[in-house]
C-alpha cells in the first residue's frame, strides 16, 4: 500500500516542478520584455539627444561614415543621405586644402599605432565651398559588434573669428602704443612695471629693456617736485591711481635724468580694472614738458625783464582791457599815480586812482581807440601841477589785438617833453634844434657813411671835457661820461660794422692773391694782446710746419680773424686761454679759434652768424652784433667756410676751413 501510495506521488512532484519551471520561465519572459523595452526607450533617448545635439556626430567604419546626425548636416551644409554616401575621397574633399595633409597624417599615425591627440581643430569646407571652423574629438567605440571612431564635431567659426579679432585689436593696441609720442607704462599691484613703450625709453633716455622688471617709485628714478625737492612717492600718480582707485590727470613732476638734467613730465595715471571691477594694475602715460617748462621759465623772465625794461624808461606806461580796466603799468606810471608798486594798479579803473581832472576826456579817448582800432599818436598837452608851472607830455595810444588780431585792450605811453618844449621857446634852443634837423636831412642824403663825423666829433669833445679845466671834475661827471664814450663807441663800432657789411654785400668778390695765413694769425695775436692782458686771459699760437699759402684778400681776412679773436677774448673770464691753431687739412688750411669760456647754448648755435644776433643781450659791453656775420662773410667771399662748435661752459671753437694757393 505504501509502495503504491509513493508511485503515485511521484508524478505529481514531477508536475508540480514543471509548473514551477513553467512560472519561471514566464517570469524570465517579461524581465527580458521589459529590460527590451527599456533598452527601446534609451536608445530611443539616445538618438533623440544625438538628433538635437548641438554637436555634429560622425561614425566611421571601414573608413566610410555609418552613422551621422542633423547638427552635422547642418554645419557641412550637406544632407545626411548625401554625408553617409561619400567615399573616403569625398569626406577627405570636405577638408580645407591647408589642412588635409594634417588630418591624413593623423589618419595614418593612427592606423600604426602611435599615440594621436583625442582632439584638434581644422577648417573644413561646406556643400557651398565656404570654409568653417571646427574642433573634434574622437574616440574607439564598438558599433554593431565591430569597432569603429566615434566623432564630435562643435563649430568654433564664431570663436576663431572673436580670437582673430582679439589678435588684430592687440596687434592695433600695440602698434598704436609703439608709435606713440607720449611714453607709456602699466604696473602690478606691487607697482612693478610690465610693460612699456619706446617713447617712454626715449624720454626717460634709457633703454626700453631695463624698463620692464623695474618699480615705478624706486628711488633710482629721483622723483622731484617742480622745486627740485624729492617728491612723495605716496601722491606719485601711478601710486594715486593704484591705492586710492581715481584717475590722476596732468600731473606734472620731475626725473632727474642720467645727464643730471631734470626732465618734467605731465602725467595721466588710471586704475586698470577687469570685467568684475577688481583692479589688478595702472596704467600711466606721460609727456615730456621739460621744453614747455624752459620756454615758461624763459617767458617769465622774458617779463620780468620787460617789466624791468619799461619800469627804467623816461616813460609812463599803462594798459588796459576793454572794460578800461587796468592790467598793469610801469613803475613811473605808479609813482604817478600815488602806488607803491606795479601790480597794484591791476583790476582799478581811473576812478580808483589819483591822476587829473580830465579824466572823462582821457578814458573817452581810451574807448575810441579800442571801438575804432585806430591809433592816437603824439598827442600834445599842456597840463598843470598843483603850485608848480605847467607841464607837457605827448601821449600816444594803440589798440592791443591778440593772436587773431582782436582787439582785447588799450596801450597808453606818455612822456614828459616840459624841457623840450621849453627849449623851444628859447631862440637860440631853437636854432641848434635847425641845425640838428639839417645834420639829420644831410644824414638821410648822404648815407651812413657820414656818421662817423659826428662821432668823431662827439669824441673830441669828450676828450676836452674830460682832461679840460684846471679842477677835476665830479665822479658822477665822469661816469655820465664814460657812459657816453662807451656808446659813442658802441655807435662806432655799428658804423664800421654797417659799412664793412654793406661793402661786402655790394662786392662781387675779393681781390686775391698768395698770402702767409701765418702771418696773419701772428699779427692777430699783436691786434688782441692788450685786449686779452686786459682781460687776464692767456693767449696761444700753435702753428704747424710748412703750412701752405692760401688764397686771400690779407686786408679782409685779418679783419675777419680779428674779430672771432677778440669775440673768443670777450667771452672768456680770467685765468681763461684763447688759442690760435692753424695747420694743413685735406687740400686747404684750417684756422680754429679756441676758447676756455662760457660757451653757446644749443638754442643760440643756428643763429650766431645772424646779423645783430647777440647771445647776451643785458651785457654792457655788447658789440653791435656784426662782428662774426662779417667774419663769416668774408671767409665765404673766400671759398671757404666757418663753423662753430660749442657747448655751455665748455668754451667755443671757431673753425676757419680755406682754400691753398695753387701758385707759390
Known amino acids: 500500500m505504501d509502495d503504491t501510495l509513493k508511485t503515485h506521488a511521484e508524478p505529481l512532484d514531477e508536475l508540480a516542478a514543471l509548473r514551477q519551471r513553467v512560472a519561471d520561465l514566464e517570469s524570465a519572459q517579461a524581465e527580458h520584455n521589459q529590460l527590451v523595452s527599456v533598452l527601446r526607450q534609451i536608445e530611443e533617448a539616445y538618438r533623440a539627444l544625438v538628433d ?127 608709435t606713440m609720442v607720449d611714453g607709456m607704462v602699466m604696473v602690478d599691484m606691487d607697482g612693478q612695471i610690465i610693460y612699456t613703450n619706446p617713447a617712454a625709453a626715449r624720454i626717460l633716455e634709457v633703454r626700453q629693456d631695463t624698463i620692464t622688471g623695474r618699480y615705478y617709485n624706486a628711488h633710482e628714478w629721483q622723483h622731484v617736485d617742480l622745486q627740485r625737492r624729492p617728491y612723495p612717492l605716496d601722491q606719485l600718480p601711478v601710486a594715486l591711481a593704484l591705492g586710492q582707485r581715481r584717475t590722476v590727470e596732468d600731473l606734472e613732476h620731475g626725473i632727474i635724468a642720467p645727464n643730471g638734467e631734470v626732465k618734467w613730465l605731465s602725467v595721466n595715471a588710471a586704475p586698470l580694472v577687469d570685467e568684475n571691477g577688481t583692479v589688478y594694475g595702472a596704467i600711466a602715460s606721460f609727456r615730456d614738458i621739460t621744453a614747455h617748462k624752459q620756454a615758461e621759465r624763459r617767458l617769465s623772465e622774458a617779463r620780468q625783464m620787460l617789466q624791468q625794461v619799461i619800469d627804467h624808461l623816461p616813460l609812463s606806461i599803462f594798459w588796459k582791457d576793454t572794460t578800461l580796466t587796468y592790467l598793469g603799468c610801469n613803475q613811473h606810471f605808479a609813482n604817478r599815480t600815488n602806488l607803491k608798486n606795479p601790480g597794484d594798479i591791476v583790476g582799478k579803473t581811473d576812478y580808483d586812482l589819483t591822476l587829473h581832472d580830465q579824466t572823462d576826456a582821457y578814458r573817452a579817448e581810451d574807448r575810441r581807440v579800442i571801438d575804432t582800432g585806430c591809433s592816437l599818436l603824439n598827442m600834445e598837452r599842456e597840463r598843470a601841477r598843483d603850485s608848480e608851472a605847467p607841464y607837457w607830455t605827448r601821449t600816444s595810444k594803440v589798440p592791443l589785438r591778440d593772436e587773431s588780431g582782436q582787439i582785447f585792450g588799450v596801450l597808453g605811453v606818455s612822456e614828459d617833453i616840459t624841457e623840450r618844449k621849453l627849449a623851444e621857446q628859447e631862440r637860440i634852443a631853437l636854432a641848434i634844434e635847425k641845425q640838428e634837423i639839417d645834420i639829420l636831412a644831410n644824414f638821410i642824403t648822404v648815407a651812413s657813411h657820414e656818421f662817423k663825423t659826428p662821432l668823431s666829433i662827439l669824441n673830441t669833445g669828450l676828450y676836452v671835457l674830460q682832461n679840460s679845466g684846471e679842477q677835476p671834475l665830479p665822479d658822477h661827471h665822469l661816469r655820465h661820461l664814460t657812459v657816453m664814450k662807451e656808446q659813442i663807441t658802441y655807435l662806432q663800432e655799428l658804423v664800421e660794422g654797417l659799412l664793412t657789411m654793406s661793402t661786402l654785400d655790394s662786392s662781387p668778390g675779393l681781390t686775391l692773391a698768395p698770402t702767409s695765413l701765418t702771418s696773419l694769425v701772428e699779427n692777430a695775436i699783436t691786434g688782441v694782446s692788450t685786449q686779452a692782458e686786459r682781460q687776464g686771459v692767456a693767449l696761444s699760437v700753435e702753428i704747424a710746419p710748412n703750412l701752405p699759402l692760401i688764397q686771400a684778400s690779407a686786408r679782409d681776412l685779418q679783419a675777419a680773424i680779428n674779430h672771432l679773436a677778440r669775440n673768443a677774448i670777450q667771452h672768456t673770464t680770467a685765468p681763461g686761454s684763447v688759442t690760435l691753431r692753424a695747420y694743413p687739412d685735406d687740400g686747404g688750411a684750417v684756422l680754429e679759434i679756441s676758447d676756455t669760456g662760457s660757451g653757446i647754448s644749443p638754442e643760440h648755435l643756428p643763429h650766431i652768424f645772424d646779423r645783430f644776433y647777440r647771445v647776451e643781450e643785458a651785457r654792457t659791453d655788447r658789440g653791435a652784433g656784426l662782428g662774426l656775420s662779417i667774419a663769416r662773410k668774408v671767409v665765404d667771399l673766400h671759398g671757404g667756410t666757418l663753423t662753430v662748435e660749442s657747448a655751455p661752459g665748455a668754451g667755443s671753437t671757431f673753425r676757419i676751413r680755406l682754400p691753398v694757393s695753387l701758385t707759390p
Not at 577638408?95 to 595633409?101: G, N, Q, V
Not at 568654433?156 to 573669428?161: A, G, M, S, Y
Open 52 to 178: 538635437h545635439s548641438l554637436q555634429g556626430l560622425l561614425i566611421i567604419q571601414d573608413g566610410r561614415v555609418v552613422f551621422t546626425n542633423q547638427a552635422a548636416a547642418e554645419m557641412s551644409g550637406y544632407t545626411i543621405e548625401e554625408i553617409l554616401a561619400q567615399t573616403p575621397e569625398e569626406r577627405l574633399a570636405t577638408i580645407h586644402p591647408e589642412d588635409r595633409a594634417v588630418s591624413v597624417q593623423r589618419e595614418s599615425d593612427r592606423y600604426a599605432g602611435q599615440q594621436v591627440t583625442p582632439s584638434a581643430q581644422m577648417r573644413m569646407l561646406r556643400k557651398d565651398g565656404s570654409a568653417y571652423w571646427v574642433e573634434f574629438y574622437v574616440n574607439v567605440i564598438e558599433y554593431q559588434g565591430r569597432p569603429a571612431s566615434q566623432i564630435a564635431i562643435i563649430d568654433i567659426t564664431e570663436r576663431k573669428q572673436a580670437e582673430l579679432e582679439l589678435r588684430q585689436t592687440r596687434h592695433r593696441l600695440d602698434q598704436m602704443f609703439q
